[in-house]
T-cell receptor, first 112, second 112 residues
Framework: NAGVTQTPKFQVLKTGQSMTLQCAQD?????MYWYRQDPGMGLRLIYY???????DKGEVPNGYNVSRLNKREFSLRLESAAPSQTSVYFC???????????FGPGTRLTVL | KQEVTQIPAALSVPEGENLVLNCSFT??????LQWFRQDPGKGLTSLLL?????REQTSGRLNASLDKSSGRSTLYIAASQPGDSATYLC???????????FGPGTSLSVIP
């Protein structure tokens, strides 16, 4: 049981480049989430998916897109990276609203 | 809008002391409250989950309480150890949608 996995672990981009952050869970969870964590700002929700086939915006969705590819996978795409998107990105999942949320190890992204 | 605050922002205690971390939230319409631990450079690890109908949860040396009507939760750590040094975050799930709102965290340092 790998839990929640994220790739890549580290990434450096130049302004304007695009990339996709991958997340997968093997716990048969329904809900999946993408957060960013910045010093002094805490964890902020970017997008979430309450079930396969649905996605909704969180607090800070601008500049990002997501895809819930299937029940296991939830990807986050930066179409045109900006320095303000330099952050640590965490993926999380849980079975339902009443359940524990499990986190991946994070992706550390730097945009130059 | 749901806001979650945590006091204190940082705490340093000698090994063996009992300590209390505080979490406050503005909207009492929640499904549950969760306490997490985050070690430097790592993801979040769930410690305790309290449903809105519960008053407290215990796991080993940890005890979390919830007073939904006053919008408060406390995390009690008994007989602190240097290995407890980490950032502790609380998070609430609102009843109106499948989102989790995090507090800014308390950075705990336990001195040997």
């Amino acid at each position: 049981n790998a839990g929640v996995t994220q790739t890549p672990k580290f990434q450096v981009l130049k302004t304007g480049q695009s990339m996709t952050l991958q997340c997968a869970q093997d716990m048969n969870h329904n809900s999946m989430y993408w957060y960013r964590q910045d010093p002094g700002m805490g964890l902020r929700l970017i997008y979430y998916s309450a079930s396969e086939g649905t996605t909704d915006k969180g607090e800070v969705p601008n500049g990002y897109n997501v895809s819930r590819l299937n029940k296991r996978e939830f990807s986050l795409r930066l179409e045109s990276a900006a320095p303000s998107q330099t952050s640590v990105y965490f993926c999380a999942s849980r079975r339902g609203l009443l359940d524990t949320q499990y986190f991946g190890p994070g992706t550390r992204l730097t945009v130059l | 809008k749901q806001e979650v605050t945590q006091i204190p922002a940082a705490l340093s205690v000698p090994e063996g002391e009992n300590l209390v971390l505080n979490c406050s939230f503005t909207d009492s319409a929640i499904y549950n409250l969760q306490w997490f631990r985050q070690d430097p450079g790592k993801g979040l690890t769930s410690l305790l989950l309290i449903q809105s109908s519960q008053r407290e949860q215990t796991s080993g040396r940890l005890n979390a309480s919830l007073d939904k009507s006053s919008g408060r939760s406390t995390l009690y750590i008994a007989a602190s150890q240097p290995g407890d040094s980490a950032t502790y975050l609380c998070a609430v799930t609102k009843t109106s949608y499948d989102k989790v709102i995090f507090g800014p965290g308390t950075s705990l340092s336990v001195i040997p």
